[in-house]
């Protein structure tokens, strides 16, 4: 199966500043990922979805200038939430498309969990 | 997006037993019906997926019913073990362009089977 990997899988950072993390398509390369966030006990939602050489499409009512979306390269997606506050702290994960056998499905990372104190 | 609502929001089986999970979704645009597992810290790992064109599609003790006119699917897990105690997810998308991969979730079941 595809394997998607991310970096790092927890950090605290203190609040106001930035904290970026990583999403890797480690077997195949990925045009399209898609950014995940989950806070305790409820779903996944989608926040973002990023294409590669283009700019993230966002999700309605999630701030493109605090959460910033790069995918500079078909096997990296990066997250990096900027002035990171307490109430940004989630469980933030990716996915990414592997179109294995013309499949529709989306393979997700093993998840960041973020703590903003 | 369009939502999908799942029930129930927990469930105790017993070992051996059968749980069942169902979703209902609105967007007759939806043709990718994925069901994931997580556990706690984990990412979401697929199950098993179905197209609308079938019915029912079986892998090992997984079982997913579809009935497209009710715009309803189920999740069967048979000889449910302890080991499968975790938080399900159903999710449907589109296939085509931008939709592909892009999941709608249902607010998840926490499943706990007792030995």
């Known amino acids: 199966g595809a394997v998607v990997s991310q970096h790092p899988s927890w950090v605290i950072c203190k609040s106001g500043t930035s904290v970026k993390i990583e999403c890797r398509s480690l077997?195949?390369?990925?045009?399209?990922m898609f950014w995940y966030r989950q806070f305790p006990k409820q779903s996944l939602m989608l926040m973002a979805t990023?294409?590669?050489?283009?700019?993230?499409?966002?999700e309605q009512g999630v701030e493109k200038d605090k959460f910033l979306i790069n995918h500079a390269s078909l096997t990296l997606s990066t997250l990096t939430v900027t002035s990171a506050h307490p109430e940004d702290s989630s469980f933030y994960i990716c996915?990414?498309?592997?179109?294995?056998?013309?499949?529709?499905?989306?393979?997700f990372g093993q998840g960041t969990r973020l703590t903003v104190v | 997006q369009q939502q999908v609502k799942q029930s129930p929001q927990s469930l105790i089986v017993q070992k051996g037993g059968i749980s069942i999970i169902n979703c209902a979704y609105e967007?007759?645009?939806?043709?990718?019906f994925p069901w994931y597992q997580q556990f706690p810290g984990k990412g979401p790992a697929l199950l098993i997926a179905?197209?609308?064109?079938?019915s029912e599609k079986k892998e090992g003790r997984f079982t997913i019913s579809f009935n497209k006119s009710a715009k309803q699917f189920s999740l069967h897990i048979m000889d449910s073990q302890p080991g499968d105690s975790a938080t399900y997810f159903c999710?449907?998308?589109?296939?085509?362009?931008?939709?592909?991969?892009?999941?709608?979730f249902g607010q998840g079941t926490i499943l706990t089977v007792h030995p």
């Open positions: 077997d195949f390369q990925a045009t399209t």
């Open positions: 179905i197209r609308p064109d079938v």
């Open positions: 999710a449907a998308s589109g296939a085509g362009g931008t939709s592909y991969g892009k999941l709608t």
């Open positions: 996915s990414a498309r592997a179109p294995l056998r013309g499949a529709t499905e989306a393979f």
């Open positions: 967007n007759t645009a939806f043709d990718y």
């Open positions: 990023s294409n590669e050489g283009s700019k993230a499409t966002y």
